[in-house]
Nanobody
Framework: QVQLVESGGGLVQAGGSLRLSCAASGHTFSSYNMGWFRQAPGKEREFAAT????????YYADSVKGRFTISRDNAKNTVYLRMGSLKPEDTAVYYC?????????????????WGQGTQVTVSS
């Protein structure tokens, strides 16, 4: 089992940048694929980015491709989401999630472990 704690959210103007971090407990972090999802008020949770165990494969939602970068440091048990060129429509609670399956999944149902979320608000 893994426990996840996100940090780094906040209020930023449109066009600005933020870096989210997700710290994982335990010493098997490198056995998990890691994902970032987000949920805006009144909307379903949606995929943003995911990264494989080794960090060798990454996938992005079309809505964030070219603006967001997911990365991980297995020595620090941490996954990051660098967000740039932020837009008001990026406003949401951002969650990191962990999954041990073979598939690097882009849907929330695949992920067994979730953090508590961190709020990102982008003002226009």
């Amino acid at each position: 089992q893994v426990q996840l704690v996100e940090s780094g959210g906040g209020l930023v103007q449109a066009g600005g940048s933020l870096r989210l971090s997700c710290a994982a407990s335990g010493h098997t972090f490198s056995s998990y694929n890691m994902g970032w999802f987000r949920q805006a008020p009144g909307k379903e949770r949606e995929f943003a980015a995911t990264i494989s165990r080794s960090g060798g494969s990454t996938y992005y939602a079309d809505s964030v491709k070219g603006r967001f970068t997911i990365s991980r440091d297995n020595a620090k048990n941490t996954v990051y989401l660098r967000m740039g060129s932020l837009k008001p429509e990026d406003t949401a609670v951002y969650y990191c999630a962990a999954d041990r399956s073979i598939v690097v999944a882009t849907t929330p149902d695949w992920y067994a472990y979730w953090g508590q979320g961190t709020q990102v608000t982008v003002s226009s």
